[in-house]
């Protein structure tokens, strides 16, 4: 990721991909399994259906228990916002009208296998990282960088524990059990 010089109120976007020799239906079991995502995130510790709910749907809700050696521990609600099947998975955290962050998956077919992305923007409302900004205004903008930097290297590790599972179901059958 390169320097951008990018402040919270410009909502910020990171977005990582890969190439999976895999048919999107399969990746598309694993990007929607949000029970599978603790495993594959050093941040994202834990994640719960809301309201009865097991799988993404528009409208479902989760909570996802985070933990971060500078920000410690924190726990949001997410929103689906967007599910297509096996194209795109979108959600919004905390308030979907004015979240703190946007979180989406793309999966489209290319050369006998899936591309898959994970993009994300940070803000417009605001999260834990205002904090750190509030108490350090005049180094928002390295702050603003380290934590995309942060997010970036978080969703490259993901799409590839992703595309590993996919290409090898065995492995995928494992990590389910």
Not at 49 to 65: E, K, Q
Not at 122 to 142: H, T, W, Y
């Amino acid at each position: 990721m390169e320097w951008t010089g990018a402040r919270y109120a410009d909502k910020p976007t990171v977005e990582v991909h890969t190439w999976i020799a895999a048919p999107p239906e399969r990746v598309w079991a694993l990007v929607a399994d949000i029970d599978l995502m603790p495993s594959l995130s050093a941040e994202l510790q834990a994640v719960e259906w809301l309201d009865g709910g097991s799988g993404p749907i528009c409208g479902a809700r989760f909570v996802g228990r985070s933990k971060h050696d500078s920000l410690g521990e924190w726990a949001t609600t997410s929103h689906i916002v967007e599910c297509r099947p096996p194209e795109v998975l979108a959600w919004a955290v905390e308030d979907p009208q004015h979240p703190t962050a946007l979180w989406r998956f793309t999966l489209e077919p290319q050369d006998d296998g899936t591309l898959l992305r994970q993009w994300m923007q940070m803000g417009p409302a605001r999260s834990g990282l205002s904090f750190a900004i509030d108490r350090m205004p005049d180094k928002e903008q390295k702050i603003v960088f380290v934590r995309m930097r942060e997010f970036e290297t978080g969703m490259t590790a993901t799409l590839a524990a992703i595309k590993e599972l996919a290409e090898n179901p065995r492995t995928s059958k494992e990590v389910s059990n």
